[in-house]
């Protein structure tokens, strides 16, 4: 959940009655290249890492089909998400062990996440953090005081009553880890692209929401759960992925999909 000097002056343009409030921090760094496309039809497998990766134009291979090419966010087929079975710790919980599990974890977790409030986050980290990633939770709740301080609140507390936020997450790109010992699968990484909007005492909708933000979580499948985790041998096959716009052949070549809930 670490933010660069950049990304926090931008996000401190949120203004709410009277406090400006710096929007949510990363989850994890990293983001794994390989030029994989998703399944088109939401399998449950995660794309294997290793392919062939585009040149830096992104430019698309030569037998690439029109149709194929022509394909956007917007326009592909959706990835459609599975709903929470439980809900514990401030955070959903039944995910199972596959691609799309792992990705509908890291979204309900994201949109849930308490970004403005150091004590239920703290809670719900602990309840999906790895015990190898200890520090990490210290690492984010260092960052949640550090984001109340530069929105005018103690270091230490709840959200203000007065306002309400709603995260929402549009796009999902995922990628099976190549790490080594973890069987494959078992590691997966999640880019997200979101919209965060608040609610203010007005009960008016903000007028300047966070559009198009970016987070990242790496996931590993351990002990019967999908874990955070930020160990370097997780971390160290990450990269950038393209960025995302919804009417871009580019990003869904990348491997971006808009996201569907489950009805």
Do not use: C
């Not at 401190?12 to 760094?29: D, R, S, Y």
Request: charged content about 20%.
């Amino acid at each position: 959940m670490s933010a660069d000097g950049d990304r926090k002056a931008r996000r401190a343009k949120l203004t709410l009655a009277g406090i400006a409030v710096v929007a949510a921090v990363l989850l994890a760094g990293g983001g794994y290249g390989a030029a994989v496309l998703l399944n088109d039809e939401g399998g449950s497998a995660a794309p294997a890492s290793g392919a062939p990766a585009k040149g830096p134009s992104g430019a698309p291979s030569a037998s690439a089909s029109g149709a194929e090419l022509s394909k956007t966010p917007e326009t592909g087929p959706k990835l459609k998400l599975f709903k929470p079975t439980g809900h514990a710790n401030g955070v959903a919980t039944g995910f199972k062990h596959s691609g799309v599990d792992a990705v509908s974890a890291a979204v309900y977790w994201w949109e849930e996440y308490a970004w403005l409030d150091d004590q239920k986050a703290r809670q719900q980290l602990e309840a999906v953090v790895s015990p190898d990633s200890a520090d990490y939770i210290d690492q984010q709740i260092s960052e949640v005081r550090k984001l109340r301080e530069q929105a005018g609140l103690p270091p230490s507390g709840g959200t203000p009553s007065a306002i309400t936020f709603t995260t929402s997450v549009q796009a999902v790109r995922y990628y099976a880890l190549p790490v080594e010992g973890e069987k494959p699968g078992d590691v997966i990484e999640v880019w997200m692209s979101y919209d965060r909007y608040a609610t203010g005492p007005d009960e008016k909708p903000d007028n300047n929401p966070l559009k198009g933000e970016l987070t990242s979580v790496i996931l590993r499948w351990q002990n019967g759960m999908w874990r955070i985790t930020n160990r370097p041998n997780y971390v160290k096959h990450s990269s950038h992925p393209v960025s995302y716009f919804p009417e871009s052949p580019y990003a869904w070549r990348d491997g971006w999909r808009q996201v569907q809930r489950a009805g």
